[in-house]
């Protein structure tokens, strides 16, 4: 195990592609440049598989069905693509999500790589409304913690970040660092999840990730516009920076945004920090169990 820790958030555009080579090539130019920069944990963010829509031509990718499971159709490549990446430099990599049909309809979902291949998968828990309304994309089954020689990682996808019991589940498991790979197209939507992934860090006295879709992709039916910026944050504590963030990248600028943590300070933090909300978090629970006074003004 190893006690600091850099990770690389991505602010990352979809873009058209001809041949599954050209998003070969576009993957291997992401991650080299990650890796030469010392990261070791590379962040993408949710539905940038979607890009992969384009492969099946615009008719394909204009038309939402057809980029669902143009995308799904493309997977099982993506991820030997990422598993090679991650083996050659020797990084973890949570890739892009993405739709995979494991029924009739799709989940959105989140594979982590290592070195040595797939670590396994996260499906989003809680569709916002595009999903359930439009995409009919389903949620996935249950939590997963991934324990690697960088710390216990746990991943809540785009809107599950803005609800904090399924982080708080991961934090009690021992999740460290929480990844939040995200896809907004509205700045108020994009906030909507920092929001939650500064809280998340706030309440579990840990480290969240943001890693979102930027820019225009008006070819991309569903993902059109993407705006954000990449951000990793930490609690507000002794020790981390007082607003919270660690590091921010500017808004809708493709690339990169790096930090190195420490899970020593994380650890440090929960046992002796200046407030103690992560072990404090079950006294809630008694506060909750008396009923809400009414108090009535005249």
């Avoid at 669902?68 to 490549?77: D, G, I, N, T």
């Avoid at 029924?103 to 569709?127: C, H, W, Y």
Wanted: glycine share 12%; with cysteine; proline share 5%.
């Amino acid at each position: 195990m190893t006690d600091t820790v850099t990770i690389a958030a991505a602010a990352y555009p979809l873009d058209w592609f001809e041949t599954f080579a050209d998003y070969e090539a576009k993957l291997t130019r992401w991650v080299a440049e990650a890796a030469g920069a010392g990261a070791q944990l590379l962040v993408f963010p949710e539905y940038g598989a979607m890009e992969l829509a384009s492969l099946g031509g615009r008719a394909v990718a204009g038309d939402l069905e057809g980029a669902l499971s143009e995308v799904a159709r493309h997977r099982p490549a993506a991820d030997a693509l990422h598993a090679r990446l991650a083996g050659e430099h020797g990084v973890w990599i949570l890739g892009a999500s993405g739709p995979v049909f494991t029924g009739n309809r799709p989940v959105n979902r989140a594979t982590f790589f290592g070195p040595s291949g797939i670590l396994g998968e996260q499906d989003k828990q809680i569709m916002v409304r595009f999903e359930r309304e439009e995409w009919d994309v389903v949620p996935g089954s249950g939590l997963s913690l991934f324990d690697t020689p960088l710390g216990r990682i746990g991943v809540v996808i785009c809107y599950d970040c803005e609800f904090p019991l399924l982080s708080r589940r991961l934090a009690e498991a021992g999740a460290e660092i929480l990844l939040a790979p995200s896809a907004t197209e509205t700045w108020a939507g994009y906030n909507r999840v920092r929001i939650g992934a500064m809280a998340r860090a706030l309440e579990n006295q840990c480290v969240s990730v943001q890693a979102p879709l930027v820019g225009q992709a008006d070819w991309c039916a569903g993902c059109e516009e993407n705006t954000g910026r990449a951000g990793i944050y930490g609690p507000p504590d002794r020790g981390w920076p007082a607003e919270g963030v660690i590091a921010e990248g500017d808004r809708d600028a493709p690339g990169w945004t790096y930090a190195t943590v420490s899970r020593k300070l994380i650890a440090d933090t929960r046992a002796d920090g200046g407030v103690l909300n992560f072990r404090h978090w079950d006294e809630q629970e008694a506060r909750l169990s008396a009923p809400v006074g009414s108090i009535r003004a005249t």
